[in-house]
């Protein structure tokens, strides 16, 4: 469950970048947050990765209180949830198989979980293939499926994937939301902020809407036959 409560972010040079927040996210919900830039979508991530913390409001996220998290619970709060970045944020001079494993190592798996589970998710995002390779080697779909199966690898409850299609063609783009809504299809909660309006209504899927900082609209897609505005 991610929970927010009045949730305002205001940053030392004033601008207000989330206004009084409110809105839950029930477990297995699969959610699209959109918004023109500056609308408060980078803010929103950072809150949920712990990077920043709201000014004012709560947050709660999987049983923590984001508000009075400890530094040192961090790390651990972060093993609940994967987050796929727009930038991929890849090691250049580590292959496909350690920039997955890393995840691992970092919280102690032994070597023989490391090495089934990497496998495991590099077959699912059908990467097996390339484990060998660099990242510089990839195209940039494969890089963000290589991301994928990173924040997959330590089987979190949420995945949070910041504009997954961005600069990939018609193919690569729908091979990624369909590989986020089997994630969705296996319990987990999916959390997608994105530019790509055809593709949020494609899905037709609860959306978010932001707006200079206020959560301007909370719906709810059902069926086939909503238009795009």
Do not use: C
Request: aromatic share 8%; net charge positive.
């Amino acid at each position: 469950m991610i929970k927010l409560s009045n949730v305002s972010k205001v940053y030392p040079n004033g601008t207000q970048a989330l206004k009084n927040v409110t809105v839950s996210i029930p477990d297995g919900d699969f959610v699209f947050i959109i918004g023109p830039n500056g609308a408060g979508k980078t803010t929103l991530t950072k809150l949920l990765l712990g990077e920043e913390k709201p000014t004012s409001g709560k947050i709660e996220v999987n049983g923590y209180d984001l508000n009075k998290i400890k530094h040192s619970k961090i790390p651990y709060y972060r093993r609940t949830m994967g987050f796929v970045f727009q930038d991929h944020r890849l090691f250049p001079n580590m292959t496909v198989f350690e920039n997955v494993a890393f995840a691992m190592h970092v919280i102690g798996e032994p070597n023989k979980t490391v090495k089934q589970r990497v496998w495991k998710f590099l077959k699912y995002v059908s990467l097996d293939h390339r484990a060998h390779n660099y990242p510089r080697e990839l195209s940039g779909g494969e890089q963000r499926r290589v991301a994928l199966a990173r924040a997959l690898v330590n089987n979190p409850k949420i995945v949070v994937a910041d504009e997954p299609t961005s600069n990939s063609d018609p193919v690569m783009s729908v091979e990624m939301m369909e590989l986020l809504k089997k994630i969705n299809d296996l319990g987990k909660t999916v959390i997608v902020i994105s530019h790509d309006i055809k593709m949020v209504n494609y899905y037709h899927k609860r959306v978010l809407t932001l707006t200079d900082g206020l959560l301007t609209d909370d719906h709810k897609k059902a069926g086939g036959d909503e238009n795009e505005d």
